[in-house]
């Protein structure tokens, strides 16, 4: 709870901004499976809204071995708290990392995070998805559940870099129908894709 309540005064500080969130999930996603959250990846802004709003499922993210240093608390947690630390240019500890993920969501029904662009799109249009890792953590947590979510307008927080953040933003998540992974990988892969980036409005404007 500490790291969920953390992650709202990170939303909540914001507001100074004239930002504000909305969380749409029409859906009643089990607690007693393990989840793979599958979204677009917008800013670091996209963090927080998923660990609060997601609490229940106790959210672990895969992400860069960067973010696991200087950043006061979050790479504390990173660190810590379940997550894992990738290095990009090391594929053979990449895919360790995400299989462990795999496995760890798999025993105790928790959920990973992944944005499978594997990069932040700086324009808020969707990038084509990663297979690789994906496919690993439905290998590894083979009784899964896939959440896709479409992030949008959390782009507009860093148009101008880290500083000055963008003023007056409504960030929006949008749950889409969760995905049965079975054995066919290829086929909820694409699934996941086309629900995350349907819901993308700056890929339709």
Sequence with gaps: ??????????????????????FNNPHNIPTN???????????MHDIPPIV????????????KKELGKGIPSV????RHGGSVLIDRNDSRQALSEIA???RYIEK??????????GTRSRTGHPKPFKATGLKLLMKNAPSALI?????NNSWKMLKYGKFPNGIGNRITFDV???IEVNSDFDSALAKAEQSVVSGITSFKS
Excluded: C
């Design 1 to 22: 709870m500490s790291v969920a309540f953390l992650n709202l005064s990170l939303m909540r500080s914001t507001h100074v901004l004239g930002t504000t969130y909305a």
């Design 33 to 43: 499976r393990p989840l793979i959250i599958v979204l677009n990846h917008q800013s």
């Design 52 to 63: 609060w709003f997601m609490r229940k499922h106790h959210p672990k993210f895969v992400s």
């Design 75 to 78: 790479s504390y947690n990173l």
């Design 100 to 102: 462990k993920l795999g």
């Design 108 to 117: 105790y029904k928790r959920s990973a995070v992944i944005f499978p662009e």
């Design 147 to 151: 959440v896709p979510i479409s992030i």
């Design 176 to 178: 889409h129908d969760p």
